[in-house]
Structures are given as structure tokens and as C-alpha cells.
């Protein structure tokens, strides 16, 4: 049988968390082995074998050790809506004074994304705000402030969840 590789959504972060711990078994009443320590709440394991039925654990860490585990819960690979890991958006560019309406945002398309989550911060250090969802590999924010620089990211999604974070560019509105 052929390896595939299977997401595993966490669950909700937990507050005090650095990162997890997640574990894989073959059988609901073991613990398993250590899979990996993802920083957030996502995890993808490479190594399922189609047709097998898997069972997780996973347990929130920090410098202070480890919570208890969480779960167990079960998975199982059928081949079937396998979901397969989007890369982040390259080339990502913010207009820099172009348009004084605007600032236009472009990006290459990513190979099996169905839509895009653009993303505005006032630094290149954090996450932002979700402020459009469009279908291409281009977007207008018409709500960036005049004056002001802003910070865009990009995230290419299908029906079932998003990718990683582009690199940031930073853009700005023109003048009047």
C-alpha cells in the first residue's frame, strides 16, 4: 500500500501552548508513538497507509511540561478526500501608491486552490485581519487607509481549509 498523507485539525488552540504533542496508535486503548510537535493547531502525517483505521492523542506543552492527553480519536484513509497541502501563494505584491483608491494586491496561483484569503496587519510580524475572499490570484482593498502602510499575507484554500501564510509585501494608497 502506498503512503498518503492525512491533516489532522488539533482542535482549538489552548492559551498557555507553545506547541502539541501528537501521537499515533493502531488501537484506541495505547498511546502510540510521538508523531510530531507542531507549534499550531494543524498537523499532517505522511506515513498513512490506505485502508488502515489510526487513533490520536494529542496533549497541549509548554516550558512547564505537558497536559494531559486529549482523545483518543480515530481516523481512517480511504484514498477518498484525501486533502491534499496547498503551498503558500508566492510572489505576493501590494501596490505601493499606485492607486489612490486602493491598494492592489496580486499573487501566482497555487496549483488545486478553488479561492484565496487576503489578509491586512499595520506590521509584517502578525497575522492581520481577513479582508476578502476572492477567487483569483488578485485583490483591491478599498478600505486601506489613506496615508497609512499596510501589511498583506495570502492563504490559497480549498472547500476543506486553507495553507500556510505567504511571505508579507507591503503596500500603500496613493494620494488624491
Known sequence: MEPMIWLLLLGDAVSDA???????????DTTGFL??????TSFNDTSVILGRTYW??????????????GGPDSGFS?????LPVLNPPAGVSASDGIFSDRVNITWDAVNLATFYEVF??????TEGVLIGVPSGT?????????????????????????GDFSEPDSGFRGGM
Request: aromatic share 12%; charged share 20%; hydrophobic share 25%.
Open 35 to 40: 508523531l510530531g510537535s507542531p507549534s499550531g
Open 138 to 162: 488578485s485583490f483591491n482593498d478599498t478600505s486601506a487607509s489613506p496615508g497609512s502602510t499596510h501589511w498583506y499575507r495570502v492563504r490559497s484554500c480549498l472547500g476543506t481549509g486553507c
Open 56 to 69: 490520536y492523542r494529542v496533549r497541549a506543552c509548554n516550558d512547564a511540561g505537558c497536559s494531559e492527553f
Open 78 to 82: 480511504d484514498g477518498v478526500g484525501i
Open 120 to 125: 491586512r496587519s499595520d506590521s509584517a510580524g
Open 18 to 28: 507553545t506547541f502539541y504533542e501528537v501521537f499515533r496508535s493502531d488501537a484506541a
